[in-house]
T-cell receptor, first 116, second 118 residues
């Protein structure tokens, strides 16, 4: 199946700093990528939908200025957590869809963010 | 808005036995997809099985099968001959059918943690 690579898998950052998470589709072009957040022992909550070349669509309650999403190419989307606080600590997962056909989105491995 | 409900936070099964995980959903749409995803300790989301709502036949993938009851809005997953590697969180998910970038958004249930007892 198609591969979606998410990097880094784990990151620890200091409170107040920014951290960038990358999501790459390795063997297909992805017009649409999705960013999810997963709290411990909970489900995946959609944060935003990212379309190549246009602004991301954020879900209600997700701060656009805190979670900056850029989808500059058909193979790369980035999520930047700005001015991170301990409450931003979570597991972030991306998924990407191959625009060529009616296939499901493939998930990245996830990123464990810890803000200290 | 669509909702997905998994009423069993945890389940356990003996190795080689069969277990059924429950899922109900609510939607006003007539065309949609339903999924079961597996999330092992590695946290990688793995698609287990997919069911198109317009198909009456229940989907099957090797040891995994579903019981799709559209009128009841029920979508259960049956795992036969359970193996130790089946231990994971299982999420039921829904998305609408029509085309468009937003149509591939998934709505997830809260998950069921499955333990397999040797």
């Amino acid at each position: 199946g198609a591969v979606v690579s998410q990097h880094p898998s784990r990151v620890i950052c200091k409170s107040g700093t920014s951290v960038k998470i990358e999501c790459r589709s390795l063997d297909f072009q992805a017009t649409t990528m999705f960013w999810y957040r997963q709290f411990p022992k909970q489900s995946l909550m959609l944060m935003a939908t990212s379309n190549e070349g246009s602004k991301a669509t954020y879900e209600q309650g997700v701060e656009k200025d805190k979670f900056l999403i850029n989808h500059a190419s058909l193979t790369l989307s980035t999520l930047t957590v700005t001015s991170a606080h301990p409450e931003d600590s979570s597991f972030y997962i991306c998924s990407a869809r191959d625009f060529r056909g009616n296939t499901e989105a493939f998930f990245g491995q996830g990123t464990r963010l810890t803000v200290v | 808005a669509q909702t997905v409900t998994q009423s069993q936070p945890e389940m356990s099964v003996q190795e080689a036995e069969t277990v059924t995980l429950s899922c109900t959903y609510d939607t006003s749409e007539s065309d949609y997809y339903l999924f079961w995803y597996k999330q092992p300790p590695s946290r990688q989301m793995i698609l287990v099985i997919r069911q198109e709502a317009y198909k009456q036949q229940n989907a099957t993938e090797n040891r995994f099968s579903v019981n799709f009851q559209k009128a009841a809005k029920s979508f259960s997953l049956k795992i036969s001959d359970s193996q130790l590697g089946d231990a994971a969180m299982y999420f039921c998910a829904y998305r609408i059918l029509y085309s468009g970038a937003g149509s591939y958004q998934l709505t997830f249930g809260k998950g069921t943690k499955l333990s397999v007892i040797p």
